[in-house]
Structures are given as C-alpha cells and as structure tokens.
C-alpha cells in the first residue's frame, strides 16, 4: 500500500516541474487511484492566462488517461503563507473522481499539513442528480 510520505514526495517532485513563468507560483499534485497507482500533474500556466492547467487537473487527467477512475487520496503542494485548497473547478474535478471516503491533503514544501475529506471541501456538488 502507497503511504502518504510517499505520495506527498511525488506531489513535490511534479511541484518542481512546474510551468509558471508568470505568476512564479508552483503547485504539483499527485492522485493515489483505487488501484494503488500514483499519477502526478503540475501546473502548467500560458501566456494566454485561461489556457493554464492546474496541478490537480493534470494529475486526474493522466489517472483518467490510465483508464482510473477513483481518486482514493489526493495531495496538493505548494510554497504559500497560507496552506492552498484546491480551486473550485478542480474541487469539482476530483468529485467527480471520487466517493465519501476520498481525502484530500494539503502541503507545503515540509509536509502534509491538513487532511479533509473532499464532502467537506465541496458539500454540495454537481452531481448525478443533475441528469434527473
């Protein structure tokens, strides 16, 4: 079983492949999948400033890439003051991946400083209900 060292240490790792040239603010994210898989993502920014990824982004994208489909855990990392929550349209990506038992963890470059579950982060969803 991955632990959470190990995946707060491949969240850093992707944070320093960053792409920010712009803001200068990295952010790299890793996903641990249901099957026990890690996949990573960094932001990527772009001149054209609506045209960036953000790290959970592209970790869910590669994890969804795999052919994965259920985010167990999720680590974000980034250098702030302040700890860093996902914004809201990656929060309704990793939903979207996810079930009750989901938790995101929150990091700085020392180590993972806060754990949520993602309900608590994003209490009322789009969800499935929306097709009805």
Same mark, same amino acid.
């Given at each position: 079983?991955?632990?959470?060292?190990?995946?707060?240490?491949?969240?850093?790792?992707?944070?320093?492949?960053?792409?920010?040239?712009?803001?200068?603010f990295k952010?790299? $994210? =890793?996903v641990?999948a249901?099957?026990?898989r #890690?996949?990573?993502? +960094?932001?990527?920014? &772009?001149?054209?400033y *609506? !045209? %960036?990824?953000?790290?959970?982004?592209?970790?869910i994208?590669s994890?969804? $890439? =795999?052919?994965?489909?259920?985010?167990?855990? #999720?680590?974000?990392? +980034?250098?702030?003051? &302040?700890?860093?929550? *996902? !914004? %809201?349209?990656?929060?309704?990506?990793?939903?979207e991946f996810?079930?009750?038992?989901?938790?995101?963890?929150?990091?700085?470059?020392?180590?993972?400083?806060?754990?949520?579950?993602?309900?608590?982060?994003?209490?009322q969803p789009?969800?499935?209900?929306?097709?009805?």
């Open positions: 079983m991955t632990n959470l060292a190990t995946l707060f240490k491949r969240a850093l790792e992707a944070r320093e492949n960053a792409y920010a040239p712009y803001s200068g952010v790299g $994210a =890793a641990l249901s099957n026990e #890690i996949y990573v993502g +960094a932001n990527t920014e &772009n001149i054209s *609506p !045209c %960036g990824t953000c790290a959970e982004e592209a970790a994208a994890m969804v $890439a =795999a052919g994965e489909r259920l985010i167990s855990d #999720i680590v974000i990392v +980034a250098d702030a003051q &302040n700890l860093i929550s *996902p !914004c %809201g349209a990656c929060l309704q990506r990793i939903s996810s079930d009750s038992n989901t938790l995101v963890h929150l990091a700085d470059l020392k180590d993972i400083q806060k754990t949520c579950r993602i309900v608590e982060l994003l209490p789009f969800d499935e209900d929306l097709k009805k």
